[in-house]
């Protein structure tokens, strides 16, 4: 079946340094897409959300870039801190699918080194 | 902190038995889904609800029902539990019903035996 996939399981990276994590996704019919934070033993935290008419969003210290091309979705992360460190989920929603339904990759481990 | 609550933290039962979980959605909010994680894998989606009514349905048996009532908070319930049934159930908060922009809550850890 189509799933959303990571092709990094595991990121480690130097504090300061930017991050980048990405996402593959296989459905063209996604119109919508999060990136989720979480930490252990906690619930996902919303970090930032597209749509399919941009290509580019920015918040604070995060981009996330989405490639309908070659159905591809990146999590910028500027001057990574020990803070950020977690399993990083990125999820799709079908346009016209059951409502609420977010279908999740496996997740990227962020580990930063101090 | 989302404002999402779920009650209880953490739950062990038997095979076969009955649990009911529950979740407060954050203020403004009226729709409630329902997630389960197994570890090590992202949240799969079981349901949804949005003015008390189911809005979206996943792959789930009929055993997973919920409820949403008119303050717009929700229980999970579960019949015939199987030890499959192990893990972390959360619950995410959003509005309008279209399921965009979801605030999850620290889950329920549940066990079965």
């Known amino acids: 079946g189509e799933s959303v996939g990571l092709h990094l399981p595991t990121l480690s990276v130097q504090e300061g340094d930017n991050s980048i994590i990405n996402c593959a996704y296989s459905n063209s019919a996604s119109d919508y897409f999060i990136w989720y934070k979480q930490e252990s033993g906690k619930g996902p935290q919303f970090i930032i959300d597209?749509?399919?008419?941009?290509d580019k969003r920015q918040g604070q210290r995060v981009t996330v870039l989405l490639n309908k091309t070659v159905k591809h979705l990146s999590l910028q992360i500027a001057a990574t801190q020990p803070g950020d460190s977690a399993v990083y989920f990125c999820a799709e929603k079908l346009s016209g699918g059951s409502q609420g339904n977010l279908i999740f990759g496996k997740g990227t481990k962020l580990s930063v080194k101090p | 902190e989302t404002g999402v609550t779920q009650s209880p933290t953490h739950l062990i039962k038997t095979r076969g038995q009955q649990v009911t979980l529950r979740c407060s959605s954050q203020s403004g909010h009226n729709t409630v889904s329902w997630y389960q994680q197994a570890l090590g894998q992202g949240p799969q989606f079981i349901f949804q609800?949005?003015?008390?009514?189911?809005?979206g349905r996943g792959n789930f048996p009929p055993r997973f029902s919920g409820l949403q009532f008119p303050n717009y908070s929700s229980e999970l319930n579960v019949n015939a539990l199987e030890l499959d049934d192990s893990a972390l159930y959360l619950c995410?908060?959003?509005?309008?019903?279209?399921?965009?922009?979801?605030?999850f809550g620290p889950g329920t850890r549940l066990t079965v035996t």
């Open positions: 609800y949005y003015r008390e009514e189911e809005n």
């Open positions: 597209i749509r399919s008419n941009m």
């Open positions: 995410a908060s959003s509005s309008g019903g279209t399921g965009d922009e979801q605030y």
